[in-house]
Structures are given as structure tokens and as C-alpha cells.
């Protein structure tokens, strides 16, 4: 059986910088992961399936979750037969905006890279994680902040140098993610 952490992420600052042609708005915001997290626990499946037990009633324990999501989708690409049986122990509160579900699946990302030796690196985590819409900073969880531009469903993520006033770059996509 493998461990993963889910921290929760807060945001330090958010501002709404414009509506755009397309109905979302633009945003900007820092953000941080805090010591609350939960606790992703991953064990192989001989069966070939995706099983995923929750401890809270009201998570979706199917194809609903982000984390069965991400194994899916990981075992999907790399053609993997084994299965997973995902065990979520929750700790972050159910829709509270701190980001719970897409850190549970970033954590599966991560731990599934590890249970099935895929050795793909953050970068590669990164993509296949902004295919499900999760933010690019939870598969980054070493780091302290991050600043993210977020153009609707599209984000940006680059390290904690904003911090220290370094620009914060956006693109298209969450493909900037890395240790620094």
C-alpha cells in the first residue's frame, strides 16, 4: 500500500481582473498549501478495476470523482492492466474551496506515477492533470505558493519567486510547473 498527502490550498490573494469576451472573468491569484490534508492511499488491484472508498458519504465513490478520474485517465494513456483501490480518509471539508478533490487527484496522479513505475516527471504529471482541470500547484505540493492566472477554466501556474516580485507569467495552459 502506497501513502499520498492532499493538502488543502488557500488562496492568499485573489483579484478579478476583467470580464472577457467569452463570459469567464480573469483572475490572478497567490496561492498556498496549508498543513490541513487529506489522506490518499493507493493499493494494486489485481482485477483490472478502479475501486475508490470514501470516508465521507457525500464524496462520490465513482467515475463522479476526480480521483478515479485521474487513475482512469493515467491507466487509459499508458495502457496500464492493473487496477487501483483508492481509499480517500477526508480531512478537507466538502466543497470549501480548498481545493480537496482536485488535491486528491493530484495525489493519485503522484502515487499511481510510483505504484506502476511510470517515472513521468512534474511537468508530465502537470498536463495530464489540467486534462481532468485540476490545478498544476497540488502535483507541486513541495512547493510553499504559487501564482496562477486563470483565463475561465484555463491556468498558469509558475513558483513561489512572485513572492519575492518576480512577474507572474500566464499561458494557455498549466505546462509551467516545476521545482525551483
Known sequence: ????????????????????????????MIMTTVDLADQVWLRPAHDGLITIKVSE??????????????????????????????TLNKKIPVAAGLAGGSSDAAATLRGL????????????????????RIRCVLLCSWWYSTCERARGKDTASSGPAELLGYPCEASDFCLNCRYL
Open 113 to 132: 506515477n510510483r505504484l506502476w513505475n511510470l517515472r513521468l516527471s512534474v511537468d508530465e504529471l502537470a498536463d495530464i492533470g489540467a486534462r481532468i
Open 57 to 86: 458519504q457525500f464524496v462520490p465513490n465513482d467515475r463522479k470523482n476526480l480521483a478515479y478520474q485521474a487513475a482512469d485517465l493515467l491507466r487509459r494513456q499508458f495502457k496500464i492492466r492493473e487496477g487501483v483501490e483508492i
Open 1 to 28: 500500500m502506497l501513502y499520498e498527502k492532499a493538502p488543502a490550498k488557500i488562496n492568499l490573494t485573489l483579484d478579478v481582473l476583467h470580464k472577457r469576451d467569452d463570459g469567464f472573468h480573469e483572475v490572478e
